[in-house]
């Protein structure tokens, strides 16, 4: 007999745009730290700083998935609108995917490893 655990997998299903919010959110500060302090630093990809291509890259990449979260929360909505998992989802999915927009802002805004 098999018992099937059903507290803990909705809950981390729920969670997961909050967890990939929080992995971006310090990953691209510890890339940012560390490659300012090697050669990727000086280099350039296309005329743009390698720095800030890869920062770029990592938060198109992490804001498509979190963007498919909120697509597959708003789909569970539809398919099924009682109860509050369905609205905790979205309105997870929502809060996370506008933190990632927010951390990504600076990205754009600022230079690359200021000396």
Same mark, same amino acid.
């Given at each position: ?12 299903? *729920?969670? *997961? ?10 990953? &691209?500060?510890?890339? =940012?730290? !560390? ?5 990727? *630093? ?10 800030? $291509?890869?920062? $770029?890259?990592? =938060?198109?990449?992490?804001?498509? %998935?979190?963007? =498919? ?22 309105? &997870?999915? &929502?809060? %996370? ?6 951390? *990504? !802002?600076? $990205? ?5 490893? &200021?000396?």
């Amino acid at each position: 007999m098999r018992h099937e655990d059903r507290f803990f997998q909705p809950l981390l299903d *729920a969670n *997961a745009p909050l967890i990939l919010w929080g992995v971006y959110l310090f990953g &691209i500060y510890a890339f =940012s730290a !560390v490659a300012c302090d090697t050669a990727l *630093a000086n280099r350039e990809w296309g005329g743009l700083p390698a720095v800030s $291509v890869m920062l $770029v890259a990592i =938060s198109a990449l992490v804001l498509v %998935a979190a963007l =498919s979260m909120l697509w597959r929360a708003l789909l569970g909505l539809q398919r099924q609108p009682q109860g509050l998992l369905p609205f905790a989802r979205l309105g &997870i999915a &929502i809060l %996370a995917t506008l933190g990632i927009v927010w951390c *990504a !802002v600076p $990205v754009f805004l600022m230079t690359s490893c &200021i000396k």
